[in-house]
């Protein structure tokens, strides 16, 4: 799907929404007219979004992210409520209806669902708009020498002559240097093999230290931000990751660090082969297992299930909003978009699920998170404003 297919179906689930709510226009009338008139699969998707049993389908989905929140309640009113009195209950919920049809007609499209909120507003939409990370990296060297790649490349290659991109060309030479460092910025990705040949994916605002050569006991490095590995197996030199607070071991095996947000808080999920997570400061230690995810949060070290999949939206190529607050994706759009955000008043308190491509524009993603009673400005400086709207 690319970007114009993802906005027109975005458009199209708006205006479903609005006609949900007895608020369609009769210009946007014409535009889903004309859309549903293009294919049967349109109209089977349009009708699917009505329909109850489809519905109940989208909801089930959705418990795990609402079960602390009445959502049995919400649901059993939703299906159970005779038809003279449903209008009046699908106006109240529509919020949870809508998550449902969209999660039905879109696919890799996702829409919001709603908490604690129970009428819908509008966010104005600005026109300054924002292009979403590109391949941008800094690499600075012990010795005080620092390289900025090129933003055509998306990998360079770290061995014992230097550091070079796939095509062979240099960067630099690596032989007076016994550390480099490899940071990406706010809006800034950047592939690295390292010389064990070790696969790291480095996403925005992250920073990567390693030597340039590693010892032969350990292969030890350090991050700050969040990385994807694929650690190449050596069985007697142990692949050591160090944050802030804890350091994950492993031989051979792909996994996930995050040390996004507060320094007392990182995540490591595990996709494949075994790894041990030790909390530095108390010194307690534990085996993480594919599809587990270890978490360190004020010096506690504890583990859980997680939706692999999900975790790891980003390495795919998507935001994945589940069960985040307002501000957790407006900090991830920060960092993605290169933007600093500013909060004007008091938020709602609402909770979203699902996601959209990375690839899209920040409109894209401000006009997927409207109807919270917010509109937002850009300043002549390039400051994204939040701000509730005045009724």
Not at 45 to 53: A, G, L, M, T
Not at 238 to 257: C, D, K, R, W
Not at 325 to 347: A, H, K, Q, T
Request: aromatic residues 10%.
């Amino acid at each position: 799907m690319n970007l114009k297919e993802e906005e027109l179906l975005i458009r199209i689930s708006a205006l479903i929404v609005q006609e949900m709510k007895g608020e369609q226009r009769a210009e946007d009338r014409l535009l889903l007219k004309r859309w549903l008139s293009e294919s049967q699969e349109n109209q089977a998707v349009y009708k699917r979004c009505f329909d109850q049993v489809m519905q109940k389908k989208a909801f089930e989905s959705l418990q795990e992210f609402e079960k602390n929140r009445d959502f049995e309640k919400i649901r059993a009113k939703l299906f159970t409520t005779p038809a003279p009195q449903h209008l009046f209950s699908f106006k109240r919920l529509l919020p949870f209806v809508a998550a449902a049809c969209m999660i039905i007609a879109l696919g890799g499209v996702w829409y919001y669902s709603q908490v604690n909120r129970s009428i819908p507003s509008e966010i104005q939409l600005s026109q300054v708009d924002r292009l979403p990370a590109q391949n941008r990296a800094t690499v600075t060297f012990s010795d005080g020498r620092q390289f900025q790649l090129n933003e055509h490349e998306s990998q360079v290659h770290m061995d014992k002559k230097g550091v070079h991109y796939n095509d062979g060309s240099a960067v630099a030479e690596t032989q007076s240097a016994q550390f480099a460092t490899i940071e990406t910025p706010r809006g800034g990705v950047y592939d690295v093999i390292l010389p064990d040949g070790t696969r790291v994916k480095l996403n925005a605002a992250t920073t990567l230290r390693y030597p340039t050569v590693f010892a032969t006991d350990k292969r030890e490095v350090r991050v700050d931000g969040e990385a994807y590995f694929e650690v190449a197996k050596r069985k007697n030199q142990p692949f050591i990751v160090e944050t802030a607070n804890q350091q994950v071991s492993v031989l051979g095996t792909h996994f996930n660090v995050n040390t996004y947000g507060n320094k007392s808080e990182m995540k490591t999920t595990l996709l494949e082969g075994k790894v041990q997570v030790k909390e530095l400061t108390s010194g307690k230690h534990l085996i993480l297992l594919p599809g587990y995810q270890s978490f360190v949060n004020k010096g506690k070290l504890t583990s859980r299930a997680v939706d692999v999949n999900q975790e790891m939206a980003w390495i795919h190529g998507r935001f994945n909003f589940d069960g985040k607050s307002l501000y957790e994706v407006m900090d991830e759009l920060s960092r993605w978009y290169n933007v600093d955000v500013e909060y004007r008043g008091e938020m709602p308190d609402v909770e979203f699920f699902g996601g959209t491509y990375r690839t899209s524009k920040l409109s894209t993603i401000l006009n997927i998170l409207k109807d919270q009673n917010l509109r937002y400005h850009f300043t002549t400086n390039g400051k994204l404003i939040i701000e509730q709207n005045k009724l």
